[in-house]
């Protein structure tokens, strides 16, 4: 039995979705332990395309369990309509295929209004980037301790006099502050009544089904969202996401003690991409020809939103930082294939900001934004490898690349992916296989 969280190294976009599909293999449970819809999980089996927000990716698997931990926050319409899409496809969710944290917050229609309105109201330069999915307000008020959980829904008067008074104060805000258009009480109650219907089968405790999991002998995946540098304590702040998206969250997301983790696997593409707004040190400017070659090369563009991926070379500054935070025990590198045809690879070793060297990110945003990359320059290789199988059949110099990252990380690979699809991954060692 061993118990694997899975995590993102930079931010986002990593390629977390392909990489716990492989490792659900040897799983028995899946955990996705936070975030909201605003966070996509992209999945190519056998060549049909499969986009997660809320369930997690393990659910293509018949025969294992999935849960939504209490980390999570839920957009009711968007967690049925996944699993409506899965029902078509003959994939059916059940109540044993799928369970949901009673402690899941729900991201209300409020929410969203709130957040789009926060955000159009900022000027240019302070905005955040955000989604507009009502992700940080539903943190807001989980935090503010007005929040509405998914365990709720069971109970109509306590969901009915949650909503009222959530209701009046949020409205005062959308119109007094914003001079945007009002939530409706009855509107939210009669469409939450309905999804109450329909989710409540799935409800449950997920804490007391993981535990009794690992008193079992189980293996257990926490796959999160996100990226180590979207943090909400530790990313680029306030250009960040508003959870906790390392490690240590898939504990406190989920209901599971930390001295059960065994493994912490860190997703790592082979260069470096962020969404959205915020400082990107080592990014390669729209209309760069390399950045420009990788962003259409690797298709980098937002799983959920559809927006384009800013491109750039690696950056082991952000790779070491998430080292460190995550405890990470192996690398998993993602699209090594999308640098095939690059004569020369360039990876940033640390920063100077103001005549000073930084080996980490700092955590003053202003510096954060003066970061300039001092790189080291690595040889480049021609060879396609999407069809390499075998991590002997690669390039020596795509081998001598991952054997920089190792050196100056100090983590080893234990996945290679050369492709999308999921066979085109190589697993160096199993994380579930306790040496």
Same mark, same amino acid.
């Given at each position: 039995?061993? @118990?694997?969280? /899975?995590?993102?190294?930079? *931010?986002?976009?990593?390629?977390?979705?392909?990489?716990?599909?492989?490792?659900?293999?040897?799983?028995?449970?899946?955990?996705?332990?936070?975030?909201?819809?605003?966070?996509? $999980?992209?999945?190519? /089996?056998?060549?049909?395309?499969?986009?997660? $927000?809320?369930?997690?990716?393990?659910?293509?698997?018949?025969?294992? !369990?999935?849960?939504?931990? %209490?980390?999570?926050?839920?957009?009711?319409?968007?967690?049925? @309509?996944?699993?409506?899409?899965?029902?078509?496809?003959?994939?059916? /969710?059940?109540?044993?295929?799928?369970?949901?944290?009673?402690?899941? $917050?729900?991201?209300?229609?409020?929410?969203?209004?709130?957040? #789009?309105?926060?955000?159009?109201?900022?000027?240019?330069?302070?905005?955040?980037?955000?989604?507009?999915?009502?992700?940080? &307000?539903?943190?807001?008020?989980?935090?503010?301790?007005?929040?509405?959980? +998914?365990?709720?829904?069971?109970?109509?008067? #306590?969901?009915?006099?949650?909503?009222?008074?959530?209701?009046?104060?949020? %409205?005062?805000?959308?119109?007094? #502050?914003?001079?945007?258009?009002? +939530?409706?009480?009855?509107?939210?109650?009669?469409?939450?009544? !309905?999804?109450?219907?329909?989710?409540?089968?799935?409800?449950?405790?997920? @804490?007391?089904?993981?535990?009794?999991?690992?008193?079992?002998?189980?293996?257990?995946?926490?796959?999160?969202?996100?990226?180590?540098?979207?943090?909400?304590?530790?990313?680029?702040?306030?250009?960040?996401?508003? @959870?906790?998206?390392?490690?240590? %969250?898939?504990?406190?997301?989920?209901?599971?003690?930390? !001295?059960?983790?065994?493994?912490?696997?860190?997703?790592?593409?082979?260069?470096?991409?962020?969404?959205?707004?915020?400082?990107? &040190?080592?990014?390669?400017?729209?209309?760069?020809? /390399?950045?420009?070659?990788?962003?259409?090369?690797?298709?980098?563009?937002? +799983?959920?939103?559809?927006?384009?991926?800013?491109?750039?070379?690696?950056?082991?500054?952000?790779? %070491?930082?998430?080292?460190?935070?995550?405890?990470?025990?192996?690398?998993?590198?993602?699209?090594?294939?999308?640098?095939?045809?690059?004569?020369?690879?360039?990876?940033?070793?640390?920063?100077?900001?103001?005549?000073?060297?930084?080996?980490?990110?700092?955590?003053?945003?202003?510096?954060?934004?003066?970061? #300039?990359?001092?790189?080291?320059? !690595?040889?480049? *290789?021609?060879?396609?490898?999407?069809?390499?199988?075998?991590?002997?059949?690669?390039?020596?110099?795509?081998?001598?690349?991952?054997?920089?990252?190792?050196?100056?990380?100090?983590?080893?690979?234990?996945?290679?992916?050369?492709?999308?699809?999921?066979?085109?991954?190589?697993?160096?060692?199993?994380?579930?296989?306790?040496?």
């Amino acid at each position: 039995m061993a @118990s694997v969280v /899975v995590v993102g190294t930079q *931010w986002g976009d990593e390629g977390k979705g392909k990489i716990v599909d492989l490792l659900t293999n040897y799983a028995d449970c899946i955990v996705r332990f936070q975030g909201g819809n605003n966070a996509g $999980h992209t999945l190519v /089996v056998d060549g049909e395309k499969y986009v997660f $927000h809320i369930i997690p990716s393990g659910i293509l698997y018949e025969d294992k !369990a999935c849960m939504i931990g %209490n980390g999570v926050i839920i957009v009711p319409g968007v967690l049925l @309509s996944e699993m409506e899409e899965l029902n078509g496809k003959g994939l059916p /969710v059940t109540p044993t295929r799928l369970m949901i944290s009673e402690n899941a $917050h729900l991201i209300m229609p409020y929410h969203q209004m709130l957040d #789009q309105a926060r955000e159009a109201a900022l000027t240019k330069g302070k905005k955040i980037g955000t989604t507009g999915r009502g992700i940080g &307000p539903c943190y807001m008020d989980k935090v503010g301790r007005v929040g509405i959980k +998914a365990g709720d829904l069971l109970d109509p008067a #306590q969901f009915t006099e949650k909503l009222q008074s959530n209701i009046e104060e949020k %409205n005062f805000y959308l119109s007094k #502050q914003y001079g945007a258009e009002a +939530a409706s009480f009855e509107v939210i109650k009669a469409q939450f009544d !309905a999804f109450a219907e329909k989710l409540a089968p799935f409800i449950g405790n997920v @804490s007391m089904e993981l535990d009794k999991a690992r008193r079992d002998g189980r293996n257990i995946l926490f796959e999160g969202a996100q990226g180590t540098q979207l943090d909400i304590d530790h990313g680029t702040y306030p250009f960040v996401t508003s @959870s906790n998206t390392i490690a240590g %969250n898939a504990c406190i997301g989920s209901g599971f003690g930390p !001295a059960h983790i065994d493994e912490v696997i860190g997703i790592l593409k082979a260069y470096t991409t962020r969404v959205g707004e915020g400082p990107f &040190p080592s990014e390669l400017p729209e209309g760069d020809k /390399v950045g420009d070659e990788l962003q259409e090369k690797g298709g980098e563009f937002g +799983a959920t939103t559809g927006r384009r991926r800013r491109c750039g070379w690696l950056d082991m500054v952000v790779a %070491n930082d998430a080292v460190r935070l995550n405890g990470l025990t192996g690398l998993a590198i993602t699209k090594l294939d999308v640098l095939s045809g690059q004569s020369k690879l360039k990876i940033g070793r640390k920063y100077t900001i103001e005549g000073k060297e930084y080996n980490c990110m700092p955590g003053n945003i202003r510096k954060t934004a003066l970061a #300039q990359p001092v790189y080291e320059e !690595a040889d480049g *290789w021609d060879e396609d490898i999407t069809k390499v199988r075998d991590y002997d059949d690669l390039p020596q110099k795509a081998k001598d690349y991952m054997k920089r990252i190792e050196d100056i990380s100090g983590v080893a690979p234990v996945i290679v992916s050369v492709g999308p699809d999921r066979e085109e991954t190589l697993l160096l060692r199993n994380p579930f296989e306790k040496s």
